[in-house]
């Protein structure tokens, strides 16, 4: 079974510095892993995904995420945090030829002037 | 493009009623669509995959005569929440992967809220 772990309920960060939300998978086989965005009342927006390549992943809105297979992490960085970042953050995982997507508990992002 | 769009975007019914939510993706052709719940404050739960002709899956636990799943084309599925109770109050994400798709690209729409009183 795929799982997902975002470890932070919340992170605060002050505007203009830069921000890290953290999340850890385990799966067998190689992961798909992606991170999605969720303002209130709303769907999730796609941020970035990681399907093979460069551990390195530069998607929406500046965010870019690094794979790191031997620690399986998928932390989402930002170099610097603006006050509209703020939502919450989801970390998925699916595994190739799967249709699922497995899904962590979300981080709150807040970014604060 | 890849946009999936959700209607109504929230509803209010009474208890014993039914609400249909459809799910339509507007601009590509999704061979597969999936449903997911979100309670407050916590992650989306997948509750069925639909795939355009056939019968719905659904998860363990997820009631399948209570939430009817109809995929009837490659542009729409509806989900019906039959005799609603305030329990199934919830957030309703639908997600649409193109006939195209790779690596699992799912788009999400934009979600529906039921309120059952």
């Known amino acids: 079974a795929q799982s997902v772990a975002q470890p932070e309920d919340q992170v605060n960060v002050a505007e203009g510095n830069p921000l890290t939300v953290k999340c850890t998978y385990s799966v067998s086989g190689n992961p798909y892993l992606f991170w999605y965005v969720q303002y209130p009342n709303r769907g999730l927006q796609f941020l970035l995904k990681y399907i093979t390549g460069d551990n390195l992943v530069k998607g929406s809105y500046g965010f870019e995420a690094e794979f790191n297979k031997s620690q399986t992490s998928f932390h989402l960085k930002k170099p610097s945090a603006l006050v509209s970042d703020s939502a919450l953050y989801f970390c998925a995982v699916a595994t190739g030829g799967g249709n699922k997507l497995t899904f962590g508990t979300g981080t709150q992002l807040k970014v604060e002037l | 493009g890849a946009v999936v769009s959700q209607h109504p975007s929230w509803v209010i019914c009474k208890s014993g009623t039914s609400v249909k939510i459809e799910c339509r993706s507007l601009d590509f052709q999704a061979t597969t669509m999936f449903w997911y719940r979100q309670f407050p404050k916590q992650s989306l739960m997948l509750m069925a995959t639909s795939n355009e002709g056939s019968k719905a899956t659904y998860e363990q636990g997820v009631e399948k005569d209570k939430f009817l799943i109809n995929h009837a084309s490659l542009t729409l599925s509806t989900l019906t929440v039959t005799s609603a109770h305030p329990e199934d109050s919830s957030f309703y994400i639908c997600?649409?992967?193109?006939?195209?798709?790779?690596?699992?690209?799912?788009?999400f729409g934009p979600g529906t809220r039921l309120t059952v009183l």
């Open positions: 997600s649409a992967r193109p006939i195209s798709g790779r690596y699992n690209e799912q788009f």
